[in-house]
């Protein structure tokens, strides 16, 4: 008896009301808004202040990034929105009540499924009427990239809203534009452009220039509203900066095996500056990703940016002499197949029309390998992969080569 009487008091003091602001709209006021033939869509992302105001709870700490959405209707037919294309791996707005549910607490339980059923976004869209609501995604602290896709039974919209967020520690799209602005841009035609891209130096160096890094063996074309969407979609992530944080981070995940998609990379150097953005794509753990540093040029084709990059693949942790904490990524020495593994992704990413390869890095074989900075050997073909963006979609049968040369053959290069 006195268990139960426990267990009675423990429930009626743990119980409190749910106490949700439904008034905050203050997302509402950065929205981003887009218009296609007779249907306009606006779309925000919201931040943590705003999400705990709103819901009452803090759903960053579950993980959960709430989007809103707002969809008008001019059409003469219903449009049902395609929730993945936010996120493949979205929560359900009772999936997400039901995770703030209190043990023996069933009129605060109704309370919150009630809440989140009235403010989420349902479909369909019908003709002359206006759709908004909040769907609840998994948490970005970098940038958000929202693919808000209409179906109809005559036709198919899609919108891109592409968002930079205030989580990190990190240059933003925005700063490296403007610096970007007060250099002499270059406008090349097809040919200009094979030859400036040939003519690059092989490889990225150390600060003062006198050692060759990992090799320049990427070359992105487009502005950064067409680039940088499709990395998003596919999973690539912001590197942080290094600073005290971020260091602490990377050592707990290093110890740890935790997750930090965020983590830094060391800094490599490209006409004497270090890279202007690095990103990632993780694994399971710190020890094995994908990254790419990318520097923006002076150089535009097509109107659009040219971003010169270098791409490898974290495949471990070793002891070094090279940096001050004597450990450095392992890369896989097969570069070629991590250059192929990047065209790939973006091909899948939807937002690939152009592809070509150009020399340029120089072959390096597996009996006389390249070196980068922490005496890891690589080995190559000697090409630059190219690859032009656009907006999306771009299907895999939409995609042309740049007529410049062959696509290169996977060989292993023993010679």
């Known amino acids: 008896m006195s268990v139960l009487l426990l267990l009675f008091t423990l429930t009626l003091g743990g119980c409190a009301s749910f106490s949700p602001d439904p008034s905050v709209s203050s997302f509402r006021d950065r929205a981003k808004l887009q218009k296609k033939n007779n249907v306009t869509v606006e779309a925000a992302v919201l931040s943590r202040e705003e999400s705990q105001s709103l819901f009452g709870v803090d759903l960053f700490s579950r993980q959960i990034q709430p989007v809103w959405i707002r969809i008008r209707n001019n059409d003469s037919h219903p449009y049902w929105m395609i929730a993945s294309g936010l996120d493949p ?155 005290l944080k971020s260091i602490w981070k990377t050592v707990n995940s290093f110890l740890f095996g935790k997750h930090y998609r965020y983590s830094p990379v060391s800094n490599l150097y490209y006409d004497g500056r270090k890279q202007d953005i690095a990103l990632q794509k993780a694994r399971g753990t710190i020890h094995q990703r994908n990254h790419l540093r990318l520097w923006l040029t002076d150089l535009r084709f097509n109107g659009k940016e040219v971003w010169v990059g270098q791409i490898s693949r974290d495949i471990g942790v070793r002891f070094t002499t090279h940096t001050p904490t004597f450990t450095t990524h392992k890369i896989d020495s097969d570069i070629d197949e991590t250059r192929t593994a990047f065209i790939e992704d973006m091909l899948f990413s939807r937002g690939l029309s152009r592809l070509g390869f150009v020399r340029g890095v120089g072959k390096k074989t597996m009996s006389q390998p390249g070196v980068n900075l922490t005496g890891d050997p690589y080995y190559t073909d000697g090409l630059r992969a190219v690859l032009e963006f656009d907006a999306r979609p771009n299907n895999l049968e939409d995609v042309r080569f740049f007529d410049w040369r062959e696509p290169p053959m996977r060989r292993m290069y023993s010679q």
């Open 89 to 243: 791996e979205y929560f359900s707005p009772h999936e997400v009540a039901y995770s703030l549910h209190r043990w023996l607490q069933r009129g605060y339980n109704e309370e919150v499924d009630l809440y989140f059923t009235r403010h989420s976004f349902f479909n369909p869209i019908f003709p002359q009427t206006t759709r908004s609501g909040f769907f609840y995604v998994n948490l970005d602290e970098d940038e958000k990239e929202l693919d808000v896709d209409l179906i109809s039974k005559d036709e198919t919209l899609f919108f891109d809203f592409y968002f930079e967020l205030t989580g990190l520690k990190a240059r933003s799209l925005k700063q490296i534009e403007q610096q970007s602005e007060k250099s002499e841009i270059r406008d090349l035609n097809e040919a200009q452009l094979r030859e400036t891209l040939r003519k690059l130096p092989c490889c990225t160096t150390s600060e003062d220039g006198r050692v060759n890094g990992d090799p320049i063996n990427l070359v992105l074309i487009g502005d950064s509203k067409h680039l940088f969407p499709p990395f998003v979609r596919r999973g690539w992530h912001y590197a942080e900066d290094s600073y």
